[in-house]
């Protein structure tokens, strides 16, 4: 089992030290989120909660995802970076190229890209960018990413994309693995034409019917030997949780988290987080 540690909500001058510490506790990565920002009121739902509203606030720090994991690839040399998760479609996929070839490059290839098509329409309506097609151009940009990411030539003619023969560099030396998250069946077929799928946190028990089905897709597709992550975040687990998690087929799992008892962000000192760090890689680790 692969275990990292989320700096989602972490604030940005305790951000970089955490890190460190996590990498002296044995982790074997952290990972990033991503948002651009957040409105002052809530027009579209949150997916991933019942009640369909966020959890942290307009003052919760989202830095910029590949700034900061090349940052934290200079400061840690052991650590992995994984984006949990990249607003893919959000953007142009020239700029993410551009952005995500740099980190690789810069971190010797510690980078993992996990991506989402995202929820929240206001965000792409800033940047320009279609929300109602997100999962479709997500599905083209997939389709010549790698090659752009690893400095090749690059042409490519699609319905949403539509460019000529063009270079990117630097070229990364290797492919960057790429995740895919969602439950929707499109996202977990996306998932299984790449290196692996993430979920949110779930209770143990939740988690072997997710695994199995996402096996099944990768059945479907003819898929199943080659290498794929599987990842969920575990809630309130038990000692023996992550063994039997690994035995039916989960690689990787996220550490603590930094949220209140009512499952909201809430600021906290540096030495409080490296508290619960610590607590959880001693019991499980």
Do not use: N
């Given at each position: 089992m692969k275990f990292w540690q989320s700096l989602v909500f972490v604030e940005i001058d305790q951000v970089i030290a955490l890190a460190q510490f996590c990498?002296?506790?044995?982790?074997?990565?952290?990972?990033?989120?991503?948002?651009?920002?957040?409105?002052?009121?809530?027009?579209?739902?949150?997916?991933f909660r019942e009640d369909g509203n966020i959890f942290w606030n307009p003052e919760t720090h989202w830095p910029d995802p590949w700034a900061l994991t090349t940052a934290l690839s200079q400061q840690c040399q052991q650590l992995n970076f994984l984006?949990?998760?990249?607003?893919?479609?959000?953007?142009?996929?020239?700029?993410?190229?551009?952005?995500?070839?740099?980190?690789?490059?810069?971190?010797n290839n510690r980078i993992t890209m996990g991506i989402g098509v995202g929820w929240q329409k206001a965000e792409f309506e800033l940047l320009g960018q279609d929300f109602h097609t997100r999962g479709k151009r997500t599905d083209e940009m997939l389709q010549f990413l790698p090659q752009l990411m690893r400095g090749e030539m690059t042409e490519f003619h699609g319905k949403f994309y539509d460019f000529d023969a063009l270079q990117m560099s630097p070229g990364t030396e290797q492919d960057i693995p790429i995740m895919v998250g969602g439950y929707a069946e499109a996202a977990l077929r996306r998932a299984a034409r790449h290196d692996?799928?993430?979920?949110?946190?779930?209770v143990e028990a939740e988690i072997y019917p997710l695994l199995e089905k996402i096996k099944t897709i990768r059945t479907e597709h003819d898929d199943s030997e080659r290498p794929f992550e599987l990842w969920s975040g575990v809630k309130q687990p038990e000692q023996d949780s992550f063994k039997r998690l690994e035995a039916a087929g989960l690689t990787m799992t996220n550490g603590t988290n930094f949220?209140?008892?009512?499952?909201?962000?809430?600021?906290?000192?540096?030495?409080?987080?490296?508290?619960?760090?610590?607590?959880f890689a001693k019991q499980f680790f």
């Open positions: 990498e002296e506790l044995g982790f074997y990565g952290v990972s990033v989120a991503d948002h651009l920002v957040t409105t002052k009121v809530q027009s579209d739902d949150y997916f984006s949990s998760i990249f607003i893919l479609p959000m953007r142009d996929p020239f700029s993410v190229a551009k952005a995500l070839s740099t980190a690789a490059c810069l971190s692996g799928w993430m979920a949110t946190s779930h949220l209140d008892g009512q499952g909201r962000v809430v600021p906290s000192s540096l030495d409080d987080k490296k508290r619960k760090v610590e607590a």
